[in-house]
């Protein structure tokens, strides 16, 4: 049966030592949660199950500025909607956008992706990359 539920709680430094040292001399080895949920099994008199395999890796998100990535996939869509439309024009009149606007189109990729380095790296704020 899968776990869905979560418990939580504290304790004081000298409580998770002694619990981490007791758990080096277990057998069988079992991480942290699975020791304590065992205990708390047993204590309840309930069957103690298996310890839980470890994940070769635990999984850590990074941390982005997500304001700062939606405003920029804001600005990229307004890039792409006015690429879009300056291809129209291009295929009807068989003439290609002015160098100017093409110009200004780079230069707001530019700002967009500058924007999305930031937001990706918010640790480096402040440094050109």
């Known amino acids: 049966m899968?776990?869905?539920?979560i418990l939580?709680?504290?304790l004081t430094p000298e409580e998770q030592e002694r619990?981490?040292?007791a758990l080096k001399k277990a057998a069988p080895?079992?991480?942290m949660p699975d020791a304590v949920r065992a205990l708390c099994l047993k204590y309840a008199k309930s069957r103690i199950p298996e310890p839980v395999k470890p994940r070769a890796q635990p999984r850590r998100l990074p941390k982005y500025d997500t304001r700062l990535l939606a405003k920029s996939l804001g600005q990229l869509g307004k890039i792409g909607s006015n690429v879009n439309q300056l291809a129209k024009r291009a295929h009807i009149q068989k003439q290609l956008p002015s160098e100017q606007m093409l110009s200004v189109i780079q230069m707001e990729l530019q700002i967009a992706g500058a924007a999305i380095q930031t937001a990706l790296n918010p640790q480096e704020k402040g440094h050109d990359n």
Do not use: A, G, I
Not at 2 to 5: A, V
């Open 8 to 10: 939580s709680f504290r």
């Open 19 to 21: 619990l981490r040292l």
């Open 2 to 5: 899968k776990r869905t539920k």
């Open 29 to 31: 080895k079992r991480s």
